[in-house]
Nanobody, 113 residues
């Protein structure tokens, strides 16, 4: 089981980024997925969740209305569209499935002017 995140970078407050996650080593289309993040000095927290079919999504209150999780089961890809970014969104972002204890290396998002 492997997750490879990409798409992070430096963005100004109010800007947007789209994160991608390439999943491999398991039947991606059958598993629920999530994005999590960990800010410096803080514990990892779940940001968004999506069911295996993509029909249902859930978001943490602090990103609701700004972030959108989606997936492409044909390509084994998970996405996180992040709009209206705030400095407090600065963190390393990770994707994984709640069914596995494996994490990728994450991708760093820095929101700063």
């Amino acid at each position: 089981v492997q997750f490879v995140e990409s798409g992070g970078g430096l963005v100004q407050p109010g800007g947007s980024l789209r994160l991608s996650c390439a999943a491999s080593g398991f039947a991606f289309m059958h598993y629920n997925m999530r994005w999590s993040r960990q800010a410096p000095g803080k514990e990892r927290e779940t940001v968004a969740f999506i069911t295996s079919s993509g029909d249902t999504t859930n978001y943490a209150d602090f990103v609701k209305g700004r972030f959108t999780i989606s997936r492409d089961n044909a390509k084994n890809l998970l996405y996180l569209q992040m709009n209206s970014l705030k400095p407090e969104d600065t963190a390393v972002y990770y994707c994984n499935s709640p069914h596995f204890g494996t994490w990728g290396q994450g991708t760093l998002v820095t929101v700063s002017s």
